[in-house]
């Protein structure tokens, strides 16, 4: 089975601080994903990545960066955290693009409150 | 752009009853579709795929799902609801194999006994 686990289920931090959400998987995917979910929004993507040290901006990337050193490890950076980032974010993996079995595996999911 | 709507953001069924949440999408390639289900403070978990080949798509705990060029639509249904399937649901398209999904805003489906 594949696993996607994420580095907290819940966070608390502070308006300004810097965060760092962070994803591993462990069934070798070439891709990841960071998604955000708010109520009534669906999951909106943030960034994403296709391999070690690259990165894609998805919808929504303003306010956060990523970094990917390893192929297991996609972190999600807040630089400086705001309210409006108190929301639930989901982490995923997939084989690579034109790969047959393509779904998408999600971790848990982190929710993060910014007061 | 692709975009992927959902029509109703609640279904209510009763147990045993049919379960059809509708989802319509717009890509200018052929799709790729998915249908997510998400558990109270989980994350998602893949019910059932389309890709190529056949139209009619069977998942994980009785759910299937067809696939309506014509229509543009992947409804997702259930010929008899059970408590256990309240949850959220979530009808995703890509236009490439192993891309980012483009999510509908997601249907909370409630079972009553």
């Known amino acids: 089975d594949v696993k996607v686990t994420q580095s907290s289920r819940y966070l608390v931090k502070r308006t300004g601080e810097k965060v760092f959400l962070e994803c591993v998987q462990d069934?070798?995917?070439?891709?990841m994903f960071w998604y955000r979910q708010d109520p009534g929004l669906g999951l909106r993507l943030i960034y994403f990545?296709?391999?070690?040290?690259?990165?894609e901006k998805g919808d929504i990337p303003e306010g956060y960066s990523v970094s990917r050193e390893k192929k297991e490890r996609f972190s999600l950076i807040l630089e400086s955290a705001s309210t409006n980032q108190t929301s639930m974010y989901l982490c995923a993996s997939s084989r690579p693009r034109d790969s047959p079995n393509n779904e998408q595996f999600f971790g848990p999911g982190t929710r993060l409150t910014v007061l | 752009a692709q975009s992927v709507t959902q029509l109703g953001s609640h279904v209510s069924v009763s147990e045993g009853a049919l379960v059809l949440l509708r989802c319509n999408y717009s890509?200018?390639?052929?799709?790729?579709l998915f249908w997510y289900v998400q558990y109270p403070n989980q994350g998602l978990q893949l019910l059932l795929k389309?890709?190529?080949?056949?139209?009619l798509v069977k998942g994980i705990n009785g759910f299937e799902a067809e696939f309506k060029k014509s229509e543009t639509s992947f409804h997702l249904t259930k010929p008899s609801a059970h408590m256990s399937d309240a949850a959220e649901y979530f009808c995703a398209v890509s236009n490439q194999a192993g891309t980012a999904l483009i999510f509908g805003k997601g249907t909370t489906l409630s079972v009553s006994s």
């Open positions: 069934m070798d995917h070439e891709n």
């Open positions: 389309y890709t190529t080949g056949a139209t």
């Open positions: 990545s296709y391999d070690v040290k690259m990165k």
């Open positions: 890509s200018s390639v052929p799709p790729y």
